[in-house]
């Protein structure tokens, strides 16, 4: 079945350094991938999105591109910010609209 | 901005009690989902619903059921607590069916069970 593999954490930077968080999946056909952010003592909330091949969704200074060729959705950050501090979630849709995830990455960024 | 009202933040039940955990949507969304997280396994699908009277088994939905008598509305029915339901339950909905659109979500349910 469909699947998304994310890389674990925590992961500690320091305050500007760059971030990449690695997110790979296995899906049939053509899914739609995601970003989902979890600040502290809330729900998940929709990062950035691609819904084809090649696609690149942006928000908030975070970019990722959907890359079919190595069925990878890494999500990229060129400074980061204490505020960014929080656990991230790769994820894919397919056609039946059931949105699989991964099992989250926790992200401490320190000043 | 779509609001996903879930009715507890904190709930505390002794094994064995009929537990209901709600959630409303107020942006008219046709697909409602419950998922649980638990650390180190991430967000599970529980059920989901495209449609009033509809129900879908997700991922794990042995112990639970769901009701949805209204669009807006998805309660997840724990029908008889045990301490391995103890987790974050997380309710979404999606705009329209087939379109793979982004979820959005509750707060969470903290539910612990004794």
């Known amino acids: 079945g469909d699947s998304v593999t994310q890389m674990e954490g925590p992961v500690t930077l320091s305050e500007e350094a760059f971030l990449t968080i690695n997110c790979t999946y296995t899906?049939?056909?053509?899914?739609?991938l995601f970003w989902y952010v979890q600040y502290p003592g809330e729900g998940l909330q929709l990062l950035l999105k691609?819904?084809?091949?090649?696609d690149k969704g942006s928000n908030k200074g975070f970019e990722a591109t959907y890359r079919k060729e190595t069925t990878s959705f890494h999500l990229e950050k060129g400074s980061v910010q204490v505020s960014d501090s929080a656990v991230y979630f790769c994820?894919?849709?397919?056609?039946?609209?059931?949105?699989?995830f991964g099992k989250g990455t926790r992200l401490h960024i320190l000043p | 901005d779509v609001k996903v009202t879930q009715s507890s933040r904190y709930l505390v039940k002794r094994t064995g009690e009929k537990v209901f955990l709600e959630c409303v949507q107020d942006?008219?969304?046709?697909?409602m989902f419950w998922y649980r997280q638990d650390p180190g396994l991430g967000l599970r699908l529980i059920y989901f619903?495209?449609?009033?009277?509809?129900?879908e088994k997700g991922d794990i939905p042995e112990g639970y059921s769901v009701s949805r008598e209204k669009k807006e509305r998805f309660s997840l029915i724990l029908e008889s607590a045990s301490t391995n339901q103890t987790s974050m339950y997380l309710c979404?909905?999606?705009?329209?069916?087939?379109?793979?659109?982004?979820?959005?979500f509750g707060n969470g349910t903290r539910l612990t069970v004794t």
């Open positions: 979404a909905s999606s705009l329209l069916r087939g379109y793979n659109s982004p979820l959005h």
């Open positions: 899906a049939t056909g053509y899914p739609s």
């Open positions: 691609a819904t084809k091949a090649d």
């Open positions: 994820a894919l849709s397919n056609r039946d609209d059931k949105i699989i």
């Open positions: 942006m008219d969304h046709e697909n």
């Open positions: 619903s495209y449609d009033v009277k509809m129900k």
